[in-house]
């Protein structure tokens, strides 16, 4: 009970302390001078820690505050949402797709590690993202739990997730997308993955029964689009040193965003209305619920 | 006992069929008209479908002949494999690897489909393999062992297996590397995806037994290393037509081959000797090895 009434920002640093301490584990070290991996594992590191806001960790963490989950389960699969997440940005800021050349406020991985390897950290990330949710075994959950929870992060991860929400931006560019679509795209581009985050942390407890299973679904529906909507927003408003990335690419590239579609105002209006939806889906849950409701103020909110 | 004594060319010619459907209904159709995801769709069934010698699978159904798995289970994890190895071929093909414009005698994926789309299509297809070792559930594998699969090819593909195999041949191009630095690479970058297919393959059905493991381990030392051997000589020997890939691209590039470390005898030489060495490993398991025997001659002796 000591988690279910700590203030969030003490709530948030543990789990961020932790996360950070798992991750660090879960990441093959440098080794010793002449170990040949040592170029590919350092640029894993390098791509991983420290940077990031771990919001899909935080929503494994609190998704799991509902079910009872172990921590140690939750560390595990808080990485694996963390490495799919890190991948891919790696491959995302690459030339031929986005071409970005700073992320969190440092040079990418290409233009630090050169672009082949870049792609075989991204690869080897993605890799190590189901090593994790392997890993929950150990943390205490039923070996059924798991491959349900290895079966969704696949799913989540892939061509009907966020590499089809991302295929969909690429052939979206320059063309304009109907409102449908778009949130097709972000759905998949984004929403899998923060959805997946939720369903990866109640699963490492005690499994929610179908109605539970519903109000969090929608919980994430409305999170998850709420998230693009203020990506979209802050990409016009923050300037490049806010927001640790080159700010207002999305709309020199000619992709079309929520701003573009609804404006500025009418994009925030919808963030709110987003907002407030993810909290009546919490609602009755009650109080266990009350770091996802914590998490959808943190993303509607958040400055950068 | 039917499979048993059948010839190995009926053997295969089925295990090929089976893995080809298998491989059809795992991936995503390319749907109607106007659907967002068909470009991706189409993209990776154009890396998968219709080519490959599907070594990867054989082993699979080879090793499952051991342990008496489930043909539903030996296809999925067949198909697993065979997707890490698709998709690893998308990426090792792309401008900043090999920068190979040809593939099994067709235009690679990023020919043919763009640089940005063949790397979605190469990370959607590694999800897709654990979506297809998480589905051996529905094949029989009990949860623990499907568990125990995921994490072995979590790390036959990942860093410190078939992407560190990759960085490793990145680093060493230019450079003369060790016999003991080359076997390294090679047992990572080649080496460690057949050892899980026979791993994967075994683990379908019972569990081998710690002394049974160490066997089909040493089978899969064997058999890996002369894969590669095998690679280098055929590189030199035969033509592009023959091949179905570029030839002589790895001594073009001046990267350290078996060849140009042991000569064109020495090489075949040590593939001869490896091959007896895996038919040795498999001596004590009697006849229900007789097809991993099979897949040790075929990868020595094939001439593609």
Same mark, same amino acid.
């Given at each position: 009970?000591?988690?279910?009434?700590?203030?969030?920002?003490?709530?948030?640093?543990?789990?961020?302390?932790?996360?950070?301490?798992?991750?660090?584990?879960?990441?093959?070290?440098? *080794?010793? #001078?002449? /170990? !040949?991996? =040592?170029?590919? +594992?350092?640029?894993? $590191?390098?791509?991983?820690?420290?940077?990031?806001? %771990?919001?899909?960790?935080?929503?494994?963490?609190?998704?799991?505050?509902?079910?009872?989950?172990?921590?140690?389960?939750?560390?595990?699969?808080?990485?694996?949402?963390?490495?799919?997440?890190?991948?891919?940005?790696?491959?995302?800021?690459?030339?031929?797709?986005?071409?970005?050349?700073?992320?969190?406020?440092?040079?990418?991985?290409?233009?630090?590690?050169?672009?082949?390897?870049?792609?075989?950290?991204?690869?080897?990330?993605?890799?190590?993202?189901?090593?994790?949710?392997?890993?929950?075994?150990?943390?205490?959950?039923?070996?059924?739990?798991?491959?349900?929870?290895?079966?969704?992060?696949?799913?989540?991860?892939?061509?009907?997730?966020?590499?089809? *929400?991302? #295929?969909? /931006? !690429?052939? =979206?560019?320059? +063309?304009?997308?109907? $409102?449908?679509?778009?949130?097709?795209?972000?759905? %998949?581009?984004?929403?899998?993955?923060?959805?997946?985050?939720?369903?990866?942390?109640?699963?490492?407890?005690?499994?929610?029964?179908?109605?539970?299973?519903?109000?969090?679904?929608?919980?994430?529906?409305?999170?998850?689009?709420?998230?693009?909507?203020?990506?979209?927003?802050?990409?016009?408003?923050?300037?490049?040193?806010?927001?640790?990335?080159?700010?207002?690419?999305?709309?020199?590239?000619?992709?079309?965003?929520?701003?573009?579609?609804?404006?500025?105002?009418?994009?925030?209006?919808?963030?709110?209305?987003?907002?407030?939806?993810?909290?009546?889906?919490?609602?009755?849950?009650?109080?266990?619920?009350?770091?996802?409701?914590?998490?959808?103020?943190?993303?509607?909110?958040?400055?950068?």
């Amino acid at each position: 009970m000591r988690m279910a009434i700590a203030p969030f920002p003490e709530w948030s640093a543990e789990v961020l302390a932790t996360t950070e301490s798992s991750l660090e584990a879960l990441l093959p070290g440098t *080794g010793a #001078a002449g /170990d !040949l991996l =040592a170029p590919l +594992h350092e640029a894993m $590191r390098y791509a991983v820690l420290a940077g990031g806001k %771990r919001v899909r960790p935080l929503l494994v963490h609190a998704a799991g505050e509902i079910t009872g989950a172990s921590r140690q389960a939750l560390d595990q699969a808080g990485c694996a949402v963390e490495l799919i997440h890190a991948y891919s940005l790696v491959h995302d800021d690459m030339p031929c797709m986005d071409n970005d050349v700073l992320r969190r406020g440092k040079p990418t991985v290409h233009v630090a590690y050169g672009e082949a390897l870049a792609m075989l950290v991204g690869d080897a990330l993605q890799a190590l993202a189901f090593r994790a949710v392997a890993a929950t075994l150990e943390g205490g959950v039923a070996p059924v739990n798991v491959v349900t929870m290895t079966r969704e992060l696949a799913d989540a991860a892939g061509s009907i997730g966020m590499a089809g *929400g991302q #295929a969909i /931006d !690429l052939a =979206a560019v320059g +063309h304009s997308l109907s $409102r449908e679509s778009l949130e097709d795209m972000h759905r %998949r581009k984004t929403g899998a993955m923060l959805t997946v985050s939720v369903r990866l942390g109640a699963n490492c407890g005690k499994s929610p029964n179908p109605a539970e299973q519903a109000l969090l679904d929608d919980y994430c529906a409305a999170v998850g689009l709420a998230f693009q909507v203020v990506d979209d927003v802050l990409d016009v408003e923050a300037d490049t040193t806010t927001l640790g990335k080159t700010a207002g690419k999305d709309a020199q590239a000619n992709k079309p965003t929520y701003v573009s579609l609804l404006g500025l105002a009418g994009a925030r209006d919808l963030a709110e209305s987003l907002r407030l939806r993810a909290h009546r889906a919490l609602a009755p849950f009650g109080p266990q619920a009350a770091r996802l409701g914590e998490l959808a103020d943190l993303i509607v909110l958040r400055r950068s």
